[in-house]
């Protein structure tokens, strides 16, 4: 019995690993997309935005990637 307890513990914690990063994804489709029905258009930073709302971890990352990835003057 213990070793079926062990065994239950442990599929939890598997399933809310897996369960609780999907529904970040599908709370940040549903901040672009209501941004994008509410105004008619959506723009980089409305993207960004929702981004850093749902996956604040990455938000210090992305914003310094994103400017040495694409230069102002295009080249």
């Known amino acids: ?12 914690i598997v399933a809310s690993a897996i369960v609780t990063p999907a529904f970040a994804l ?12 509410k105004s008619g258009k959506l723009t980089l930073a409305d993207v960004n935005s929702c981004y850093n709302k749902e996956f604040n971890s990455h938000s210090s990352s992305s914003s310094s990637s994103t400017a040495s990835t694409f230069p102002a003057n295009g080249k």
């Open 1 to 12: 019995m213990p070793m079926f307890l062990g065994v239950m513990a442990l599929s939890l």
């Open 26 to 37: 599908k709370r940040y489709f549903n901040c672009v997309t209501e941004i994008a029905n």
